[in-house]
């Protein structure tokens, strides 16, 4: 198997404890999945790690969602206590040639936002920082019930606390002042999660309330991403989880220091339509297109360069060997008229008549001529043998146009790979997405 793998997709997760980073990244896990076809060649592979962690948290997930309007607490979900590691990729395969596109996400504590004085010093908060350094993707989750259910002055300072915008703050502009510098476009995904109860087709005006709130409340980090480096795209996307869920009741704590929102969901059903998935793919499908479109362009470039050099090589040698067969062709001509001399000179010798005369005048000059003759044919036959050698070889440097040819073929079937696997990730966003989902910033 012949496996190209592309530059992985590096992507931060960035939002305080409980804002949902795990559930979306299993949720996203699930919905590319689902457009797997094997069949076609079309793979993901969730890799190491990774596989058995979400598989933890589903578990866990679905005993809160063991049947449908179950009310659950999203604070009975355990928080993520260490950096895990979610590499994903995305593969085409055909024939024995498979192009990889790999994603590297990586799950963090909430903790290193909510308190991440308590943890600058650590091995794993400064893997998280190396790590969005490199992220060509953003993604700040977003609780929206906390962003939502703040009614009072008092409930939307706490939401801000709770929601850790300061904090926010400091790690996009890391990330932005990072990305400032790479020379490529990086993107900036502000995503809504526990959105069900504000972007139902049936609550739109809580829809536009919401967006509105969104932007009043993440107003200055927008702004900061924007001035820092004009070449980001930044997005607004709600995003449907897993199980799906509506909120049934909010009770703050709005003590100094005290700040807290325990919010009380009810299940809408584990089978209902997840959306807002492909709004949320959108920009990474841009990164990866961009990977493979480079690709492209140096294979297009290796199969101009490989088709000239070869064809170059091939005219120099069939040249070269050419020349070397003139020469010995007209050697070869000399020696046969050479031959044809001596033969003839040798037969008047033999022709005298008499032979005691020729044995005794003449029989030095006849072994002589006779050994003359004998070494010539020799020497033809030795460069009739070099000239079929050379007629061999131009041959087979004549065949080297077809194996360029083929060499050639070769490589416009890894550029339909390619192109083929463009379409399919297209294929996994929507041509026409619902800017209810989905809301350039």
């Given amino acids: 198997m012949n496996e190209v793998a592309l530059e992985p997709v590096n992507i931060a997760v960035v939002a305080p404890t409980g804002a949902g980073k795990t559930a979306l990244i299993s ?14 060649g079309f793979i993901l592979e969730v890799e190491g790690k990774a596989a058995k962690e979400l598989n933890t948290f589903r578990m866990k997930l679905k005993a809160n969602l063991a049947a449908k309007n179950v009310k659950f607490d999203s604070a009975t979900i355990d928080p993520t206590s260490e950096c895990t590691h979610y590499d994903f990729s995305i593969s085409l395969q055909n024939g024995d040639l498979r192009i990889k596109q790999p994603f590297k996400i990586l799950d963090i504590p909430g903790a290193f936002i909510n308190d991440r004085f308590a943890y600058e010093n650590s091995s794993e908060y400064e893997e998280f920082i190396n790590h969005l350094d490199h992220s060509r993707i953003l993604w700040i989750p977003i609780d929206a ?5 703040a009614k009072s002055e008092a409930q939307i300072t706490a939401s801000e606390i709770i929601r850790r ?3 926010l703050e400091t790690f996009v502009k890391e990330w932005s002042d990072f990305a400032a510098k790479n020379g490529k476009t990086d993107y900036c995904n502000f995503v809504l999660l526990k959105c069900e109860s504000y972007f139902s087709k049936d609550v739109l ?25 004009s070449e980001d795209k930044l997005s607004c996307v709600a995003v449907e989880t897993i199980g799906c869920v509506r909120v049934n009741r909010s009770k703050w704590n709005t003590k100094e220091k005290e700040e807290a929102c325990d919010v009380e969901f009810d299940v809408l059903g584990t089978h209902q339509e997840i959306r807002g ?5 959108i920009d990474v499908m841009k990164v990866a297109r961009a990977n493979i479109n480079e690709q492209i362009d140096i294979v297009k470039k290796r199969k101009s360069s490989e088709a000239s050099e070869l064809r170059k090589f091939k005219e120099e040698l069939i040249a070269k060997y050419q020349s070397e067969k003139d020469i010995l062709t007209t050697r070869q001509t000399e020696l046969n008229y050479e031959l044809e001399k001596l033969q003839k000179d040798e037969l008047e010798l033999d022709n005298k008549g008499i032979r005691d005369l020729i044995l005794n005048l003449f029989n030095d000059n006849i072994k002589k001529l006779r050994e003359k003759i004998r070494n010539t044919k020799l020497h033809i036959l030795s460069i009739e043998q070099d000239i079929e050698s050379l007629n061999s070889k131009i041959e087979e440097i004549s065949s080297m146009q077809v194996d360029t040819d083929n060499d050639l073929t070769n490589v416009e079937a890894e550029i339909a790979v390619y192109t083929n696997l463009l379409e399919k990730l297209s294929s996994l966003t929507s041509e026409n997405i619902s800017s209810e989902y989905y809301r350039p910033l």
């Fill in 27 to 40: 949720t996203i896990c699930d919905y590319i999945k689902s457009k797997t076809n094997k069949a076609d």
């Fill in 145 to 149: 019930a906390v962003l939502m259910e």
């Fill in 165 to 167: 915008i300061s904090d």
């Fill in 205 to 229: 005006k809580k829809h536009n309330f919401c967006q509105k709130r969104f932007d009043e409340s993440y107003k200055e980090i927008i702004d900061l991403v924007k001035s820092t480096n």
């Fill in 277 to 281: 998935v492909d709004a949320l793919l």
